[in-house]
């Protein structure tokens, strides 16, 4: 399984924020090892063995991680190889980019839907229409008189985030 360096990040901040820190270390050593048994990960981790252990179920859970089990014949026990689940992965991906497109869209709607006014002098970089008004229209810090904010830039940035946001989600 491959991935490039920008998703290595998105996925290792999703790990840390659904699972911690000691999922991180078990995750890194999945991403270098493709798959790996207990004992391995423990040792490459640098964790004990019933640490790595909560930290797979907890993978597990939220289906980040799959297994396959095999019989180790000689000692007679189930030996399990962990590896992570590819579309699991995708999908809290694609999870994190609705949230993300949501807000974005609520944000273009706070721009569209207010009028700005900012400080010619540059002491107040923004205020709503409202908030200009109880000031008077004047700048509460220096007195001058508050100018018309062009907020056309956010609105073509945020646009095109969204655009392109929309585009990657159609794509599955
Ligand atoms: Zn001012």
Redesign the pocket.
């Known amino acids: 399984m491959y991935y490039d360096k920008e998703s290595i990040e998105v996925l290792l901040r999703l790990i840390l924020e659904l699972c911690g820190e000691d999922a991180v270390k078990v995750v890194k050593v999945l991403l270098n090892e493709a798959e790996a048994n207990d004992d391995t990960l423990a040792e490459k981790s640098g964790m004990r063995l019933n640490q790595v252990r909560r930290v797979l179920y907890d993978l597990l859970d939220k289906q980040l991680v799959v297994y396959k089990r095999d019989v180790d014949k000689e000692r007679g026990y189930y030996i399990y190889t962990w590896s992570l689940n590819r579309e699991g992965l995708r999908e809290i991906i694609r999870e994190r980019k609705r949230l993300v497109l949501a807000r974005l869209k609520e944000r273009l709607q706070y721009e569209e839907q207010n009028m700005f006014f900012a400080?010619?002098?540059?002491?107040?970089k923004r205020m709503t229409f409202d908030k200009a008004m109880e000031q008077q229209f004047k700048?509460?810090?220096?007195?001058?008189m508050?100018q018309n904010f062009d907020n056309s830039k956010i609105l073509n940035k945020l646009r095109l985030k969204i655009e392109s946001l929309e585009r990657d989600l159609a794509h599955r």
Request: hydrophobic letters at 25%.
């Open positions: 400080c010619p002098n540059g002491c107040i700048c509460p810090l220096c007195g001058s508050l």
